[in-house]
């Protein structure tokens, strides 16, 4: 296997503005300072193939084997434990991501995963509490499709470059959400996404954004959300609303159409008109009627 | 057609079912909520969501199997889980989540009134073990530690009391829900003074006392219209699932128990007195008045299995759960009574009854070569009903029982069912297959005494059909007493080695 570091404005990279910085490499001698912790910018991936790593990434130890994959968010800090690359196979990508006006990563022009995919494979991502995934045996080929692409620079390079890196971040994605939940614990991952969507009630939640969160495709989410609570995941996910939503109307500090936007509906009418099919009440007529002094 | 509906607030969800007047089902509908564990120690639930998912559920119910059948709805009976504490502030809002029966932050609380001369006579008039489930000890600790909350409360109210609140603006508790909070005379059927200063309270902190039966005036207007229901329709209070769950599987009288396997499991009898107990293993809730369910709670029923099948279940072929469940039971049968030698012992979360240990966990003893997964299996699914046989074994002591009647999700797998024969030694009898839960039949049961089709309750319960499917072979029966006599002990001998071990998973 040929082994090649390529840095921004290199030839090779020439195509690709978003990669700063992709490595193949066998390290056969210790040098030092040559993996000293630093911050960077953009999104780190770094993919053990052979030997063990000392890292220490956002202040936590890790130790890496063979199999093993590091994600680094921009922001966090990334190193050798000793400030020094450890003897062994690993190859890595430091990706440049924008951001969207709102703030939240993006990938950019280059990539051919839809917006909401984006969105969810990041939101998957920042959910995880461990940025080291084990054992992604596929992601060696992924890895080694990138070097050798890179270097050959055959007819298609281009696109088949930027569809390996799509195929990383879904896997990951995947491997994640599968490994927080699967089948064995349905009512586990249930909670967590529970948990997750009380969290972020004022955001308008999508089917498919609940499914990925849980590890699971939409048509068997929604089956065994429905077979688990009784209720659809919209539906479920209404509850939840609707729920906090009676919170704050019984404390009177609060004024009706920020309980509306806080719990997630479009409008204070949608609210209105939800709040009233569910439990008989509009929301100002529960808030009236619902105060009973205990003294 | 007329017919009657039950309404189960559940530890996880609401289930309501209807019945027509011959006790057939006409539909059932269920509906979860979550339990959130904030911290290790807290088990707690959210009374909206609990209250809006129970509206939600019980409008759609109406709405597809009852409304448009025009069936004539004669009453609508409540039961709910046990123990369970909600703090009302004076606007009558909740002040945080409800803690539910599992919570365990008041341990301590427990176990400092358990050692006491107080707790002894507390434990006498009340019937309920001094445990961290019971509300007595729950308020104590909110008292104690976060007394802010504490003198914020002006009602400390159990889920169902809420939601018959939210439903009907009465602030009323039922006498069996009550005599599960540590803080009831179950012989007087009045709060206890002795138990209510222990809290810190008085009765004017606590919802006014009403027998099982009691009927509150009517639904809020705003209900009526949303639910379709006319206020002629009596709303009965109920009792407790437990309760309901003895009553509804045909306990009744002498010589009889029943034991129940959820997530979490009990051995109960019924009588018209109380089971005084002095090591104070036993609880006495009440059923009505004059009736009381006496027995023993376990922690370790389903969800070892659960826990089990989850670990070591094979899940490769995309198995359900419950599939994987039926699949290890099946690989259980191919072991002999005993599991050749090992034994397990199910405490995985702590236990209650007999032995009331926080501490106690799980053991799997007498491993040896020649134990294969199989051999786990069957001991794991044999110490779990050892844990049930302790509690029955320690009613007997008190009260002999001839028969049992099974219940619950795990009860109706029959190699479940046939060891349990085996190890009591006694014919156990399942209910006709008739779809729905014993909770639900006890509410049926319930009112259909208190629309007077039935005289009395003892009436009632004779209408249950049970067939005896499975009697005990002595044989099986004798190799599973030898390995009992070693459960029993083990469990008394590591008592130091359970605290210490504990004291070290807390520090993780």
């Known amino acids: 296997m040929n082994q090649n570091v390529l840095k921004r404005d290199c030839k090779e990279l020439h195509a690709f503005p978003h990669i700063i910085e992709f490595a193949y490499k066998k390290n056969n001698t210790i040098q030092f300072d040559s993996l000293k912790r630093e911050t960077s910018e953009f999104l780190r991936l770094y993919y053990v193939i052979d030997g063990r790593f000392d890292w220490i990434i956002d202040n936590q130890h890790h130790i890496l084997y063979p199999g093993d994959l590091a994600v680094i968010f921009p922001g966090q800090s990334f190193g050798g434990e000793k400030d020094l690359l450890d003897i062994g196979t690993v190859s890595w990508l430091h990706l440049g991501l924008k951001l969207s006006p709102a703030g939240a990563m993006e990938l950019g022009r280059w990539t051919r995963l839809n917006e909401g995919e984006c969105r969810n494979i990041f939101k998957i991502l920042l959910l995880n509490p461990t940025p080291v995934l084990p054992k992604v045996k596929e992601a060696a080929t992924l890895f080694q499709t990138i070097s050798t692409e890179l270097l050959k620079q055959e007819i298609g390079f281009t696109a088949r470059i930027n569809q390996t890196i799509d195929e990383l971040f879904i896997l990951i994605a995947r491997q994640l959400s599968r490994q927080n939940n699967a089948r064995r614990d349905f009512p586990k991952s249930f909670l967590m996404l529970e948990e997750s969507l009380r969290a972020n009630l004022s955001h308008h939640w999508t089917v498919e954004e609940m499914a990925a969160l849980v590890g699971l495709g939409i048509t068997a989410f929604t089956e065994k959300v429905k077979n688990y609570t009784g209720f659809s995941p919209l539906n479920y996910l209404i509850n939840i609303r609707i729920s906090e939503a009676i919170k704050l109307l019984k404390r009177q500090d609060v004024n009706v159409t920020d309980i509306a936007l806080d719990t997630g509906f479009y409008s204070s009418q949608h609210f209105a008109t939800t709040f009233k099919k569910l439990t008989g009440y509009t929301p100002s007529e529960f808030r009236k009627k619902n105060i009973t002094p205990t003294e | ?508």
């Open chain 2, 1 to 508: 057609m007329d017919c009657i509906v039950t309404i189960e607030i559940g530890t996880g969800a609401i289930r309501v079912t209807a019945f027509d007047m011959n006790s057939g089902l006409l539909g059932s509908s269920k509906g979860t909520y979550p339990t959130f564990h904030a911290r290790p120690d807290y088990s707690e639930q959210d009374p909206e969501q609990i209250f809006i998912t129970m509206l939600y559920i019980l409008k759609n119910f109406l709405n597809e199997k009852i409304h448009p059948q025009k069936h004539n709805i004669v009453s609508i009976c409540f039961s709910s889980a046990m123990h369970s504490v909600i703090t009302i502030d004076k606007y009558g809002a909740p002040i945080g989540n409800a803690m539910v029966w599992s919570d365990n932050r008041a341990k301590l609380e427990a176990e400092d009134l358990k050692n006491s001369e107080l707790g002894k006579s507390i434990y006498k008039v009340t019937g309920t073990p001094l445990h961290a489930m019971s509300p007595l000890n729950k308020i104590t600790w909110l008292k104690n530690n976060d007394n802010e909350r504490f003198q914020a409360t002006r009602k400390f109210l159990s889920i169902k009391a809420y939601i018959i609140q939210q439903l009907t603006d009465e602030y009323v508790i039922d006498h069996s829900v009550a005599s599960a909070t540590g803080l009831l005379n179950i012989h007087k059927l009045k709060w206890e003074e002795d138990a209510l200063q222990r809290a810190g309270i008085t009765k004017q902190h606590l919802p006014e006392l009403v027998s099982v039966l009691y009927s509150p005036k009517s639904l809020k207007k705003e209900y009526q219209t949303l639910l379709g229901l006319h206020d002629k329709i009596k709303i009965i209070v109920g009792s407790s699932d437990g309760c309901m769950a003895t009553l509804g599987a045909g306990v009744w009288g002498d010589g009889k128990a029943t034991i129940t396997i959820e997530e979490s499991g009990a051995v109960r009898v019924v009588g018209k007195e109380v089971i005084q107990d002095e090591k104070q293993r036993i609880f006495n809730y009440v059923l009505t008045e004059g009736n009381y369910v006496s027995g023993g709670p376990t922690n370790n029923a389903g969800s070892t299995f659960e826990w089990f099948a989850k670990q070591f279940g094979d899940f490769t072929r995309d198995y359900e759960l419950e599939e994987c469940i039926e699949n290890l039971i099946i690989d259980a049968g191919k072991v002999s009574p005993g599991s050749e030698g090992l034994l397990f012992l199910p405490y995985l979360q702590g236990e209650r009854a007999p032995i009331w240990n926080a501490n106690a966990r799980g053991v799997y003893f007498g491993l040896n070569i020649k134990h294969e997964l199989k051999h786990f299996i069957r001991a794991t699914i044999e110490g779990v009903l050892f844990a049930f046989f302790s509690i029955g074994k320690t009613l007997q002591e008190h009260r002999g029982f001839k028969s049992l009647s099974a219940n619950g999700t795990y009860a109706s797998y029959p190699l479940l069912t046939q060891i349990i024969a085996d190890i009591f030694n006694l014919p156990v009898h399942i209910k006709m297959n008739s779809g729905s839960d014993s909770v639900a039949c006890g509410g049926f049961l319930l009112s259909a005494t208190e629309i007077g089709m039935y005289k009395s309750l003892d009436e009632a319960a004779q209408k249950v059909k049970l067939v005896a499917n499975f009697h005990p072979d002595f044989h099986n029966h004798s190799t599973y007493m030898k390995y009992f006599e070693i459960f029993e002990r083990l469990g008394v001998k590591l008592y130091d080695e359970f605290g210490a071990i504990a004291r070290l998973q807390q520090d993780n």
